[in-house]
């Protein structure tokens, strides 16, 4: 397909060269699925004034051979394409459907959420996996107990393939496995996404019913690459009521949405909504503001999924490496109403 979409785009040239964008060596990666082709093109000059043309040129040309696909073209400028290198198979085909779990800034339990989401869909009779995306803070390690794993690598089929941890059921992959906690702070952006690409493609996740990958704050070539590389069904965002967090929400929902994305946003899920004294079981204390992120949804046309309170057991379980989920009924009900909310989305909508 690489090869089919290379020939394909020879056609484009570049106006200022005279030479082809395959042969100018503009395009730096291409990743292509059944209905998902992605081609990212990097510019030598810093604003390159064919840029855009070049760039309507390519999205045209892919949309009249691949129809039914969705198509993304990404532009970036400045500095030389990287030396290709082959591209290995992926052990992503026997996933169903892939999760994106975002947020719009740290700090509003977004790994806790993907842990104990993890936990419900598991409760609910399905096959689940974790991938551990967010590269300059890996938390699931932590969450399910497995800080000590040491990942082996073992020959299938002529190729190497990395074994997952697995807790609870749950297969699990990070790049915490692989690096001290503070070296992935010094990483640059290739270095992390050439990593991500390993993760994805070579962990041999087997059969999956759902797998959530766990992003990173924000938005960056992080999730181009998780985009690119990964056909995902669907994203939630977490968010906590304070007004500053749900500001930060817009970010990521207009990113799933972009035309050249087109990733449905399942919904919102409100977490850390409002504090119950164990004395107290009928009081409760909106710490962080009221209802900010169901205000956000209603106002958006995004579907609101659920809140998750603060609750004693699930900051004592992300600390243990046991998901409250597992061990507290209340928490399990939460979760488990979101989750349901999810798979009706992803399933049953045929997404």
């Known amino acids: 397909m690489e090869n089919e979409i290379k020939r394909l785009l020879a056609a484009v040239v570049h106006p ?16 292509s699925a059944a209905d998902k082709t992605t081609v ?9 004034p064919f840029a855009g043309k070049i760039r309507k040129q390519v999205e045209t040309l892919l949309q009249e051979r691949f129809p039914q696909s969705q198509i993304l073209v990404v532009v970036k400028e400045g500095g030389q394409p990287p030396r290709p290198e082959p591209k290995d198979s992926t052990t992503t085909g026997a996933i169903a ?12 339990g977004k790994s806790t959420v993907t842990a104990n989401l993890a936990i419900a869909l598991r409760n609910m009779g399905f096959r689940v996996g974790v991938l551990d995306a967010d ?25 190497d393939r990395i074994v ?5 059921d749950i297969k699990l992959m990070s790049i915490g496995f692989f690096i001290k906690p503070t070296d992935a702070l010094l990483w640059r952006g290739a270095m992390a996404v050439n990593a991500l690409k390993q993760m994805i493609h070579q962990t041999r996740w087997g059969t999956l019913d759902f797998l959530l990958a766990d992003l990173p704050p924000g938005t960056g070539d992080i999730h181009l690459s998780i985009i690119g590389e990964l056909k995902i069904n669907t994203a939630v965002i977490v968010s906590t009521p304070q007004q500053i967090a749900v500001a930060d929400v817009v970010r990521g929902v207009e990113m799933f949405r972009n035309p050249n994305v087109g990733i449905p946003v399942a919904g919102i899920v409100e977490n850390m909504a409002w504090f119950t004294p164990q004395e107290l079981p009928d009081s409760r204390y909106y710490l962080f503001g009221k209802g900010g ?16 309170p603060i609750v004693q057991s699930i900051m004592e379980g992300s600390d243990e490496g046991r998901p409250a989920v597992g061990i507290d009924a209340r928490v ?18 045929g997404r």
């Open 40 to 48: 990212v093109l990097r510019f030598a000059k810093a604003r390159d």
């Open 16 to 31: 200022e060269t005279g030479r082809d964008i395959v042969s100018d060596g503009l395009i730096e990666h291409i990743a």
């Open 97 to 108: 459907h892939v999760i994106a779990i975002a947020s719009g800034k740290g700090g509003v």
């Open 293 to 308: 992120a169901r205000k956000f949804a209603a106002e958006n046309g995004i579907d609101f999924l659920g809140e998750i």
């Open 135 to 159: 590269i300059y803070g890996p938390s699931q390690p932590k969450m399910f107990g497995v800080e000590g794993y040491l990942p082996d690598a073992v020959q299938e089929e002529g190729a």
């Open 164 to 168: 997952p941890a697995e807790s609870m």
């Open 332 to 349: 399990e009900k939460w979760y488990r109403d979101i989750a349901g909310k999810i798979v009706e989305k992803t399933v049953k909508n």
